[in-house]
């Protein structure tokens, strides 16, 4: 028998440079997607890749983010709930996934001076 593993996937964090004017927003946008890979680094790199059919990606971190980030490790269960197969991806846009992640660390925009 084999081990078992504790991760099911990656929340992978992409910041990249849309290849069309988003409405104003300075800086790169922060895309978030689910990737069903146990090993964090491959999971950022598939990640990264798909992250490159929207746009660049970012060539240096900003507001404190790196261009590619493992936000958070998912559980087993969670990948099952997406329904994502080994290495699958689900792109979840620009918005905070709280269904999976419900702690928001505070953006760079949240910052008060």
């Known amino acids: 028998m084999g081990s078992v593993e504790t991760a099911g996937?990656?929340?992978i964090g992409v910041l990249v440079e849309p290849q069309e004017q988003r409405g104003?927003?300075?800086g790169p946008a922060?895309?978030?997607f689910a990737v069903a890979q146990a090993d964090r680094a491959r999971a950022e790199w598939a990640a990264a890749d798909r992250a490159m059919i929207t746009?660049?990606?970012a060539s240096s971190p900003f507001g404190g983010m790196e261009p590619v980030e493992a936000v958070a490790e998912l559980s087993i269960h969670a990948i099952a709930s997406l329904?994502?197969?080994q290495g699958?991806?689900?792109a979840f846009g620009d918005k905070w996934p709280r269904r999976l992640l419900p702690i928001k660390?505070?953006?760079a925009s949240d910052e008060r001076d």
């Open 55 to 57: 746009g660049v990606i």
């Open 24 to 26: 104003g927003k300075a």
């Open 105 to 107: 660390a505070p953006a």
């Open 9 to 11: 996937g990656w929340m």
């Open 30 to 32: 922060r895309l978030f």
């Open 88 to 90: 699958q991806i689900k």
């Open 83 to 85: 329904g994502l197969g």
